[in-house]
């Protein structure tokens, strides 16, 4: 008997707009691989429809998103899905080449290939923002969020020089970076903002309507413009270090993988998004 599909990705088109909400809410809208792969697939169905102009990426229930799924009862690393970059099947490899092999195709080669999508794209962004969540965020064009919404990178913790998507010295001030990911400490949307991470902070409660607004306003601009703009903006940070300061650090990362693997016997411990959820429900009853 066939396991059913999870469907951890929803699509919904409205007008020229495509909304791909993260649809794993009891687990925080952490990235296993399944959802990962779906995603993509979003993101390409959005590109294929000539009708879409603009993405917003959402996430369902509480959170944005927890980061990659290292805890949860559906993660899958052993499993295989269907390459979308060159890499190739990192199941049939062992030791260190089977996580850098993974992690080259879907932790750092889709974010590439998302932060790259010809379209004009929208993270609006509620809840927590942890470590991984961070890049599906970044990797948008703009970032609008909620005045609850939180983030912070604890990988540190675990031994990490940060996620594999690097882009903290440009999402943040090297300073600010630094010390973001030194303390490990969420920071506010407030805070978010004030560093130029953010576009927009709004209520809750005006949150869609607000990044809806914004994302119509920009379905109104010549598409071919919105293009070039984005290409030529993304291509002057590549000059300023973009790509090869994370190329850099993704070695340093899977270098720091294989110590805690040898020093520990743990290729990877920490935070757990399991956690996550359980915290939001003790909070809940405390608020009842």
Same mark, same amino acid.
């Given at each position: ?5 999870? =469907? ?9 707009? %495509?909304?791909? &909400?993260?649809?794993? *809410?009891?687990? +925080? ?21 000539? =009708? ?24 899958? !690393?052993?499993? &295989?899905? /269907? ?13 260190? @080449? ?47 969020? &909620? /005045?609850? +919404? ?10 990490? *020089? ?6 903290? *010295?440009?999402?943040? =001030? ?10 490990? $400490?969420?920071? +506010? ?13 709004? *209520?809750?409660? @005006?949150? @869609? ?6 994302? =119509? ?6 598409? !071919? ?18 790509? +090869? ?20 016997? $743990?290729?990877? &411990? ?9 915290? %939001? ?6 608020? %009842?």
């Amino acid at each position: 008997m066939n396991k059913k599909k999870n =469907n951890y990705i929803k699509n919904t088109v409205k007008g020229p707009v %495509s909304i791909i &909400s993260l649809n794993r *809410p009891d687990y +925080s809208n952490a990235q296993n691989g399944a959802m990962t792969y779906q995603l993509d697939d979003a993101f390409r169905q959005a590109m294929d429809d000539d =009708n879409v102009k603009v993405i917003i990426l959402k996430g369902e229930g509480k959170h944005f998103c927890a980061g990659h799924d290292i805890g949860t009862p559906d993660r899958d !690393l052993d499993k &295989s899905y /269907e390459i979308k970059s060159m890499w190739y099947d990192h199941t049939k490899k062992e030791g260190g @080449e089977f996580y850098y092999a993974r992690e080259q195709e879907i932790y750092l080669g889709m974010c590439r290939r998302w932060r790259d999508i010809p379209k004009p794209t929208i993270a609006m962004v509620h809840g927590a923002c942890i470590a991984a969540g961070l890049a599906l965020a970044w990797v948008c064009d703009l970032i609008i969020a &909620s /005045e609850d +919404s939180f983030y912070s990178d604890p990988t540190l913790k675990m031994g990490l *020089p940060g996620i594999e998507y690097f882009g903290h *010295p440009f999402e943040l =001030n090297p300073r600010i970076a630094k010390e973001f990911l030194f303390l490990g $400490e969420k920071i +506010s949307a407030k805070r978010a903002y004030e560093m130029g991470m953010l576009n927009k902070v709004v *209520p809750l409660r @005006e949150l @869609e309507k607000e990044t809806m607004e914004i994302a =119509n306003k920009i379905a109104e601009i010549p598409s !071919l413009a919105l293009t070039l703009t984005k290409q030529s903006i993304n291509h002057i940070q590549d000059l300023q270090g973009h790509r +090869s300061g994370m190329d850099a650090t993704f070695g340093y990362h899977h270098f720091a993988h294989t110590h805690n693997d040898l020093v520990q016997g $743990e290729y990877l &411990s920490g935070f757990d998004a399991k956690k996550l959820k359980e915290k %939001s429900e003790d909070q809940d009853k405390k608020k %009842s």
